[in-house]
């Protein structure tokens, strides 16, 4: 193979997040699992062997589906396992490596080897698990944290009947019923004065003029090879207060548009992946919550940018996922909240990544779901699942709160609004409890209750006289401030995004199941016979890599960049830099040599670089077609763009 094709191989980065991402499983609610809470540490030692890349495919699905869990064990030494053990609901079950034992010897143990347990869930509910081997000298785990990760996340729906809605709080009406199938959806908000709906899916951005409601006024869709349908990191999109800009996350991308075209100002490609996004209601400067791992510096971001580049003005990592980010009007002030390990409350200013507030962690081992800020900036609410109080105010000069509210049995609060006064918080819970909060006292002002009832979407008027609540039982709720029973919309779905315009006269609703991903929303213990198991789709066919034999082509170590390696899992393979500070004698020779005789890319055909250029949308664009990189998450395929995707790209 050409020197030329070797050094791209090095480049090639390969969407595996949804797959394989740690933050699949942050929520811990494992007092039926066969686990007793956190898990202590173990010690680490010189001779522990090293597992990577353990996860469950498909992580979700309905129950009669057989699930893989897999994991890679990699020894130094070439030691094999004394043992290699999946925890699963607090049962040890032996794990088999995808290749026969007797044809292993150390070379592969040193390059490593995947292991294996395959199982067909009967019913509804949790499942957690992770993985634990040993050498005979040390130990070492994956799939964990302080306690195990749960999947796959099981639901009875089949999810394929999704829809953007656009409601009369007054009557209960449907202005807008627009069906996304498949397709979850992301987010959804609404202009103050209720002109305009934005809405994301899984792989498309909507805009719809409220004056002409019979179809969107644009859509931007984005390429496939870069979203995958379900999964909890949902991304996420906001408007600005006037509806003239929109802020969007989308695969692996963040962009923003004007209201007149889906064709992008700027394009991001760069954030991974992200639970949410916000723009200032001046529309001048917007935030992105990423996902990632504690381990790598370029993800687990809060984001900071400009309307006028796609150039970040600043960025901070946590050690763990950003879950929510929200905006003071201006832009001066930005709240967001963070995930396991972190769980914590913070608070930025725009002219620098040195957070104002950090707070200690909020709860015990749960991420802090949700942080939103008044428009001055003066005050913050903040919710999450914790015995210690899941409902937080903040104000911008202490990092210790004004007031804490504990849910009964530590409900999950991971559905909260504020007003931009700062005077009233809305938040519901996974108990179905619906809660008004007035920013003076601890205890709310007015309940309702949602019997057997996941709630997972809310928001509050901005005068704070009603709230609507999205669920599990497909129905959007409308309570109205000082009266017991409320309005309820029906959908085929479960609701888990909601959006109230300004002015009130308008409710947005999505469908979908990420925000219910962690949980198990069906508790009758009711036991399927599976009399027939559901094969799924290989991994391959998902964009991923198959568990099995073909899986096992995919090691790192082998200067390759493949199937679930990232940067993260495999330095030695995805990381250029690390590559090209480790060349030894000869390969700096040939990298001199190549260099001198200009074999190195120079995009002699003019294009822009990646980040500044692909626009994509509707229209279906190529990438940067001819750079000698086949691009699939900007739409590059054999057949799209035989330059770059034939067998040696």
Not at 5 to 34: H, M, R, T
Not at 111 to 121: A, D, S
Not at 181 to 196: F, H, I, N, R, T
Request: with cysteine; net charge negative; hydrophobic share 30%.
């Amino acid at each position: 193979m050409k020197i030329k094709s070797l050094i791209i191989l090095g480049l090639v980065f390969v969407v595996a997040f949804y797959f394989f991402s740690p933050v699949f499983a942050e929520d811990k609610n494992i007092q039926n699992s066969g686990f007793a809470g956190m898990i202590p540490k173990l010690p680490k030692t010189q001779n522990d062997p090293e597992l990577f890349n353990g996860h469950v495919y498909p992580n979700w699905g309905p129950v009669c589906q057989r699930y893989t869990y897999t994991v890679t064990y990699k020894d130094k030494e070439g030691r094999k396992p004394e043992y290699m053990r999946i925890i699963f609901n607090g049962k040890a079950i032996e794990m088999d490596p995808t290749s026969p034992k007797a044809s292993l010897g150390k070379e592969d143990y040193k390059r490593g080897v995947r292991y294996e347990y395959k199982f067909v869930p009967n019913k509804l509910g949790s499942n957690f698990y992770y993985f634990e081997a040993s050498n005979g000298l040390g130990k070492t785990r994956d799939s964990i944290i302080d306690s195990p990760d749960n999947g796959p996340v099981l639901f009875e729906s089949a999810f394929d009947k999704n829809e953007i809605a656009l409601i009369d709080p007054k009557t209960g009406k449907k202005i807008i019923s627009y069906p996304t199938g498949k397709e979850w959806v992301g987010g959804v908000a609404l202009s103050d004065d209720g002109k305009y709906l934005a809405a994301k899916t899984s792989f498309k951005i909507y805009l719809f003029d409220v004056d002409n409601p019979q179809k969107p006024k644009w859509v931007y869709e984005y390429i496939k090879g870069g979203s995958m349908v379900g999964g909890d990191v949902k991304g996420g999109i906001d408007i600005s207060g006037d509806g003239s800009k929109i802020i969007a996350s989308i695969g692996q991308s963040v962009l923003l548009f004007d209201k007149s075209s889906n064709e992008p100002l700027w394009r991001n490609d760069q954030i991974g992946n992200a639970y949410n996004v916000a723009i200032s209601r001046d529309g001048k400067y917007m935030a992105a919550a990423t996902a990632g791992e504690e381990s790598n510096p370029k993800t687990n971001l809060l984001i900071l940018w400009g309307d006028k580049s796609e150039k970040p003005l600043w960025q901070y990592h946590a050690s763990g996922n950003f879950h929510d980010v929200s905006l003071s009007d201006d832009g001066k002030y930005i709240a967001g909240s963070t995930g396991c390990p972190d769980r914590r409350f913070y608070l930025f200013s725009k002219d620098s990544n040195n957070p104002l507030i950090r707070t200690e962690p909020l709860t015990r081992d749960s991420p802090v779901h949700r942080a939103k800020i008044s428009a001055d900036g003066t005050l913050m609410a903040v919710g999450s699942e914790s015995d210690a109080g899941a409902v937080f105010l903040f104000k911008a000069n202490s990092k210790e709160p004004v007031w804490k509210y504990p849910i009964q049995n530590g409900s999950s609060v991971r559905a909260l609004n504020f007003t931009p006064d700062g005077k009233f918080i809305g938040a519901a819970t996974f108990g179905g409890q619906v809660y008004i909060f007035e920013n003076d006292k601890s205890s709310p002002i007015a309940t309702w209750v949602v019997n057997n009832t996941a709630l997972g979407g809310v928001d509050i008027s901005d005068d704070g006289s009603f709230i609507a609540a999205g669920g599990t039982d497909k129905k959007l709720h409308i309570f109205k401030k000082g009266t017991q029973t409320g309005k309820d919309v029906s959908f085929d779905e479960y609701v888990e995004e909601v959006d109230i315009s300004g002015n009130g006269k308008y409710i947005a609703a999505g469908t979908g199941g990420s925000v219910y991903f962690f949980e198990s929303i069906n508790n009758d213990n009711k036991v399927f016979p599976c009399t027939t198991v559901i094969e799924p789709k290989s991994q391959s066919a998902m964009g991923g890599n198959d568990t099995g034999q073909q899986a096992a082509t995919s090691l790192c170590g082998d200067e390759k960049c493949e199937g679930p390696e990232t940067i993260d899992n495999c330095k030695q393979d995805c990381d250029q830099d690390f590559k090209e500070k480790n060349l030894n004698p000869w390969e700096k020779i040939i990298k001199f040599f190549k260099n001198l005789f200009g074999e190195k890319n120079e995009n002699p055909k003019g294009e822009k670089p990646r980040g500044n250029l692909e626009k994509k949308s509707s229209e279906n664009k190529e990438g940067v077609c001819g750079n000698d990189i086949c691009e699939p998450s900007l739409g590059e395929n054999k057949q799209s763009c035989p330059k770059d995707c034939s067998g040696e790209n």
